[in-house]
């Protein structure tokens, strides 16, 4: 098995650390940003889009983060990590395309601002925009797990990586950021794992 992508892009983190999770034996071969390899023709022809991350397992190739976390997870994985009922798998996977598709773009201009824009091209009326709508998502997620433990519900599964990913740039940005007690205590949990540390708690830049 091998995971291509260099290992401070939020979405690389998140094959990472779900291979580390499933205790899995694979190459990490850095690629992207300064690594480069992407633009190459025999990337290309794993990974059409020339992003990252990539994963390969036998015969099989496979692009697009939160699709690799879920075939990992059901080809390796086991209860309660890998729910066998449909809707316990729903219930966290709902998160994983909502991380993506709700929170991805506002979090996108404070990162990108913050952590690879040079302060003097910095947009900062773009980050505060983008960190108020961050927070407010958040309490989306803060609500839910004032109820249940995990974003994946009462144990840790595949729904608690994307946000879990993101989780780590949110509380270590030097940003403001509302008291939201349930998605700091779950975020010290994640803290607490030896695949969160290995896998996701790595330099941003």
Same mark, same amino acid.
């Given at each position: 098995?091998? +995971? ?8 690389? @983190? ?9 205790? $899995? &034996?694979?190459?990490?071969?850095? #690629?992207? %940003? ?11 022809? !794993?990974?059409?889009? %020339? $992003?990252?991350?990539? $994963? ?11 699709? +690799?976390?879920?075939?990992?997870? @059901?080809?390796? %994985? *086991? ?8 809707? !316990?798998?729903?219930? =966290?996977?709902?998160?994983? &395309? ?12 404070? /990162?990108?601002?913050?952590? @690879? *824009? ?11 925009? =983008? ?14 797990? #004032? ?6 519900? #009462? ?5 608690? +990586?994307? !946000? ?6 949110? /509380?270590?940005?030097? +940003?403001?950021?509302? #008291? ?9 949990? $994640? ?12 330099? !941003? *830049?």
């Amino acid at each position: 098995m091998k +995971i291509w992508g260099r290992e401070n892009s939020t979405n690389v @983190r998140k094959a990472l650390w779900c291979a580390e999770e499933l205790g $899995l &034996d694979y190459e990490h071969v850095p #690629a992207g %940003g300064a690594f480069g390899v992407v633009a190459s023709p025999d990337y290309r022809a !794993l990974n059409p889009n %020339g $992003l990252v991350p990539c $994963l390969e397992d036998g015969d099989l190739v496979l692009w697009e983060s939160n699709a +690799i976390v879920r075939y990992l997870a @059901r080809a390796y %994985g *086991t209860e309660p990590f890998a729910p066998a009922d449909p809707k !316990l798998w729903a219930k =966290g996977d709902k998160w994983m &395309d909502w991380t993506s598709l709700s929170f991805g773009a506002p979090f996108r201009d404070v /990162f990108w601002n913050l952590v @690879r *824009t040079a302060p003097e091209a910095r947009d900062m009326a773009a980050v505060e925009t =983008g960190r108020q709508r961050c927070a407010e998502l958040m309490g989306m997620a803060d609500a839910a797990l #004032a109820r249940e433990p995990w974003l994946s519900g #009462a144990e840790f599964g595949p729904g608690d +990586i994307p !946000l879990g990913c993101i989780a780590y740039a949110w /509380f270590n940005l030097p +940003i403001e950021r509302p #008291a939201q007690p349930a998605l700091e205590d779950w975020y010290r949990r $994640l803290t607490e794992r030896p695949a969160y540390r290995k896998a996701v708690m790595t330099p !941003l *830049t």
